[in-house]
């Protein structure tokens, strides 16, 4: 195989909501309720909902600008590539990129749709906030999904308040074709009970029988891992990944994938190199202590057995996870570009890719671009585009016209004042200050 005959499937990137999402989508009676985009005086975007404004930070939206450009600092979208927030643009951009398909999480509502939970949490507007979820899922599924049949995988997020509305939505947006759904990495985390409970049991058993897979993304429970405030920024940045390591055993242990035996878990942009010894670790700690805990697992199978039934990996660059995909699963493994966040390898990334595939199979290949993905999300790019107008070769023969001059000069301000001579953790804890969700004053419009 060539690299330009690649296919690639990314099962992780991201969308900053266009403007107009919400149009004819919430019921009359929410309408003027719906999360509103404003032009704000100091020259960002904000998403305005319940008196809070959202913003969008840098390192959500970065491709295309120079990297000397990255932070946390808010935006506004004419400071991004429009393939953020437009549909016709992003098929350009996944297209110059030979990316042929793409599932994307959210950026405005959170990961799990906290933005909604929240009116449940604290007004207790349980009608509201279930409208508004169903509302992101239709404009998800049906405009930006619908709107370029083949070239997208549709993710929906969850009214995480109620285990039974869970299940009713995975049901629901099934029949619309959508089998993948958000859940946190730590429930807890979002004051929601534990994985260890059977509170999640409906939406489990939805997930199970409706071939929904359960996409658990980086810091959708817990959040950053911010240590030591003085520290490079990079420690944070490196560290993140392997935060799933422990939502990975939290699962693997759980009773849930004992009772739900074909529930399928994604871990999203968790990369894969940390794997082996995982599982090797698990498989250890059991058989050297299950005598005494007493925990065991149906017909003597091991953890390791366990993960692979259930649970797969996903990775940008990690060519440590390619060499020991035998010692994982090479069925358990799929790709990401993770565009347009600050890891993506957007966009070179066959070329980044094609370095770490140096040696596998034409037949791995195939699994780990693109057939895993297509097996998992019940996804046939294939019944809107023939194989051969799908590789790399043929979507780039498309994208001649994509201008690929990077966004430079349209950003906000640098994260640091470069004081320890390098940005540091605690640099990026002020800039996000600005940037979470926070009142929003009117006068501030434009």
Not at 92 to 105: E, H, I, K, T, Y
Not at 150 to 168: H, K, N, Q, V, Y
Not at 284 to 299: L, N
Request: aromatic share 10%; with cysteine; glycine share 8%.
């Amino acid at each position: 195989m060539r690299m330009e005959d690649m296919i690639l499937v990314s099962v992780d990137d991201h969308v900053c909501e266009p403007p107009d999402m919400w149009e004819g989508r919430v019921p009359a009676k929410w309408k003027d309720r719906a999360p509103k985009l404003v032009h704000k005086e100091d020259d960002t975007d904000v998403w305005v909902f319940e008196g809070n404004e959202i913003k969008n930070v840098g390192l959500n939206a970065v491709a295309g600008r120079p990297p000397e450009e990255y932070g946390m600092e808010p935006t506004a979208l004419h400071q991004l590539r429009k393939g953020c927030y437009d549909l016709e643009a992003r098929i350009d951009d996944m297209n110059v990129n030979g990316v042929l398909g793409s599932l994307c999480f959210p950026s405005v509502p959170g990961f799990v749709g906290e933005l909604f939970a929240r009116q449940v949490k604290e007004h207790g507007e349980k009608e509201l906030a279930e409208a508004m979820v169903r509302a992101y899922n239709d404009w998800h599924i049906d405009g930006w999904c619908g709107g370029a049949p083949g070239r997208f995988i549709p993710l929906a997020i969850p009214t995480m308040w109620d285990p039974e509305l869970m299940a009713d939505e995975v049901r629901r947006v099934a029949r619309k074709g959508c089998h993948a759904i958000t859940f946190p990495d730590t429930p807890g985390g979002l004051g929601y009970p534990s994985l260890h409970s059977d509170h999640w049991d409906p939406f489990w058993k939805a997930c199970a029988d409706e071939g929904t897979v359960v996409c658990i993304h980086i810091g959708s429970g817990t959040g950053m891992n911010l240590q030591d405030p003085g520290a490079p920024v990079e420690i944070m940045i490196s560290s993140t990944p392997i935060s799933l390591f422990g939502c990975a055993t939290e699962l693997v242990f759980s009773d849930a994938l004992q009772k739900f035996p074909d529930l399928r878990i994604a871990l999203s942009e968790g990369g894969t190199g940390w794997v082996p010894y995982f599982l090797e670790r698990m498989d250890y700690v059991h058989e050297h202590h299950h005598r005494w805990t007493h925990h065991t697992f149906p017909g003597g199978k091991k953890p390791s057995d366990v993960f692979r039934e259930h649970i797969f990996t996903c990775f940008i660059d990690d060519a440590v996870g390619i060499q020991t995909r035998d010692l994982i699963g090479v069925e358990n493994i799929t790709w990401e570009c993770d565009y347009p966040h600050s890891d993506t390898t957007w966009p070179r990334a066959p070329e980044v890719l094609w370095e770490s595939l140096k040696g596998v199979s034409d037949e791995d290949i195939d699994r780990i671009t693109h057939l895993n993905a297509m097996r998992e999300f019940s996804y046939d790019p294939f019944a809107h585009l023939p194989r051969e107008q799908a590789t790399v070769a043929a979507l780039r023969a498309r994208a001649k016209h994509v201008d690929l001059s990077p966004k430079a000069g349209g950003g906000g301000k640098t994260p640091s004042d470069y004081e320890r001579g390098y940005a540091t953790i605690g640099d990026i804890m002020r800039q996000m200050s600005g940037a979470i969700s926070t009142a929003f004053d009117e006068k501030d419009a434009r």
